[in-house]
């Protein structure tokens, strides 16, 4: 069956740091691959979404850059991060033909 | 472009009731599909229930069931027999195809609160 593993589950980096979040999916080939931003209490917000190895499609100008050095592995990414980077990010994945999106545990930033 | 929306911020619903969270959508393509997510206080995105634009029967899944009126481009949420372990944000969802690949939008959230 297939799994998709986020990590860290949460994250504290000071202002100016870099950022790396990883995820990777397992048991299927070629997904389509999402990262979500979920800002406290709001909706989901598509930041990056990748339909295959080197293929990054940017939904909104970030301080943030997107990455997927392997077909399933997906990974997030700043060289500087900011305070208004705190947030809640999703990763998720679905076939490239399917329905629904899973998702991944997510990742609780906080920028002090 | 494809919208959607979700006009009840909070909800709230007595134990073992019934409760309609509403979603409408707005897409000029012809095929796309619908879906419900749960996202309890831990975070994550739970999948509940699909319903594809083509489909011509209400999606159903246990006590969860999709209201599809495809004219009023609706597509509500029913849960049947709450529980308090239904206490958490609802979020509606589109997929759609775009010039890329597949891709998906989310409406705001209704938070549902389960009264014992």
């Known amino acids: 069956s297939q799994t998709i593993h986020q990590w860290p589950a949460t994250l504290v980096q000071p202002v100016g740091s870099p950022l790396s979040l990883e995820c990777t999916v397992e048991?299927?080939?070629?997904?389509?691959l999402y990262w979500y931003r979920q800002a406290a209490g709001r909706g989901l917000q598509l930041l990056f979404y990748?339909?295959?190895?080197?293929?990054i499609s940017s939904e909104v100008p970030q301080n943030l850059s997107a990455s997927r050095p392997q077909d399933r592995q997906f990974i997030l990414s700043s060289k500087k991060l900011l305070l208004s980077d705190s947030s809640f990010y999703l990763c998720?994945?679905?076939?490239?033909?399917?329905?629904?999106?899973?998702f991944g545990q997510g990742t609780r930033l906080t920028v002090v | 472009a494809q919208k959607i929306t979700q006009t009840q911020p909070g909800m709230f619903v007595q134990e073992k009731e019934a409760v309609t969270l509403d979603c409408t959508y707005d897409?000029?393509?012809?095929?796309?599909?619908l879906f419900w997510y749960k996202q309890p206080s831990s975070g994550e995105m739970i999948f509940l229930i699909y319903?594809?634009?083509?489909?011509?029967q209400n999606a159903t899944e246990g006590r969860y069931s999709l209201n599809f009126q495809k004219a009023r481009k609706s597509a509500n949420l029913v849960i049947s027999a709450s529980q308090l372990g239904d206490s958490a944000m609802y979020f509606c969802?589109?997929?759609?195809?775009?010039?890329?690949?597949?891709?998906?939008?989310f409406g705001p959230g209704t938070r549902l609160s389960v009264l014992p």
């Open positions: 897409t000029s393509d012809p095929s796309y599909g």
């Open positions: 990748s339909v295959g190895i080197g293929q």
């Open positions: 998720a994945w679905s076939v490239q033909e399917g329905t629904e999106a899973f």
């Open positions: 969802a589109m997929c759609f195809r775009d010039n890329y690949g597949q891709n998906f939008v």
């Open positions: 319903q594809g634009s083509y489909d011509q």
């Open positions: 048991g299927t080939s070629n997904p389509n």
